[in-house]
């Protein structure tokens, strides 16, 4: 298990990386904001990376992500939710989540809203984008994500902030850029079609083999696991 020195020292040299890549395109790397994926890993390791400075931590089951969230109350740190979200956890997940990037459905949407008003939270949210139209991920095709977004402008509590993808995995890195690519063209588009761009800001796209290529492509948070903590021993569904 990585130690803190160890977590220090990647978590610096991802931090590199993102600077060349949004150099590379002239883009300011403090606009692109690095989120730890810590799913499978003690809480002992998030508190390892907390130490060094990291902010942002990501998860992608509910169930695990609260108990982390719960065990780390005592810090002060950004919870983003990047799994799926049944509906029936939406009250949960709207108190304990700064960001929940996987907005999938409008009875999704309004529940979140509706509980973060109750509880007075007003947690950021992303619409998950399926672009390839694989039947086994989560996420909604482009026109019904747009149709989130439009319906987003009447949250009294949440706000919409941006837009998510997984792509397809792929070997080589600049196979996804098709697909980050689409995502960030997606979002000018509707922008220009008169969505407000303060909802469209963010772009949630990369992963440790590829977030070089997302941050070229207009990424604003990248997500990585396994670059940071090592590698998973068991895959999460
Ligand atoms: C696990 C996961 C990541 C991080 O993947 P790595 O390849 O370990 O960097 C990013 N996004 C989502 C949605 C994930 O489930």
Known sequence: MPSSADLAVRIRSIH???ARAADAVRRNPADIRLIAISKTFPVEQVRAAAA???VDFGENKVQ???????????LALAWHLVGHLQTNKAKKAATAFAFIHSIDSLELLQKIDRAAGDGGVAPALLVQVDLAGEDTKFGVPPDAARDLVFAARDCRAARLVGLM??????DDPEQARPWFRQLRELRDRWIAD?????????LSMGMSHDFEV???EGATMVR?????FGT???QPA
């Open 232 to 234: 998973r021993d068991v």
């Open 52 to 54: 060094t400075g990291q």
């Open 224 to 228: 990585v696991g396994t670059a940071i």
């Open 214 to 216: 997302a941050v070229q």
């Open 194 to 202: 008169g969505m407000p761009a303060g909802m469209l800001g963010e």
């Open 16 to 18: 590199e990386r993102i």
């Open 165 to 170: 993808t997984l792509p397809p995995a792929v």
């Open 64 to 74: 695990e992500a609260l108990q982390k969230v719960e065990a780390t109350r005592d």
